[in-house]
């Protein structure tokens, strides 16, 4: 079993940043890759970035490109998302998952890929 944790969610002041934090425990030796979900009241859960290990790809979803920046630790047991130019859009409560399973490319944005959940950690861009 893996257990993902989410923190570093807050307010803050539109074209802001802010670094969100996932940490596993756990079986984290079997875990094959990363990715961070959002979803807004009313709204469905959407992908947000993925990163899969051994080759370290990652995937962003096109509202994020070239704000957002998925990275990960040397122990492969955390990643962040660092988030850059917030927009009032990107307000939302942000979960991490990881995937036991190895992921193809194409898949990564797919909430089936992955296996374990956070608890999510809420990201409120806002004057």
């Known amino acids: 079993q893996v257990q993902v944790s989410e923190s570093g969610g807050g307010l803050v002041l539109p074209g802001g940043s802010l670094r969100l934090s996932c940490a596993s425990s756990?079986?984290?030796?079997?875990?094959?890759?990363m990715a961070w979900f959002r979803q807004a009241p009313g709204m469905e859960r959407e992908f947000v970035a993925a990163?899969?290990?051994?080759?370290?790809?990652?995937a962003y979803a096109d509202s994020v490109k070239g704000r957002f920046t998925i990275s990960r630790n040397n122990a492969r047991d955390t990643v962040y998302l660092q988030m850059t130019t917030l927009k009032p859009e990107d307000t939302a409560l942000y979960y991490c998952?990881?995937?036991?399973?190895?992921?193809?490319?194409?898949?990564?944005?797919?909430?089936?890929?992955?296996?374990?959940w956070g608890q999510g950690t809420q990201v409120t861009v806002s004057s």
């Open positions: 990163i899969r290990w051994n080759g370290d790809n990652t």
């Open positions: 998952a990881a995937a036991s399973r190895r992921p193809i490319l194409s898949n990564l944005h797919n909430s089936r890929a992955y296996d374990y």
């Open positions: 756990g079986r984290t030796a079997s875990m094959q890759a």
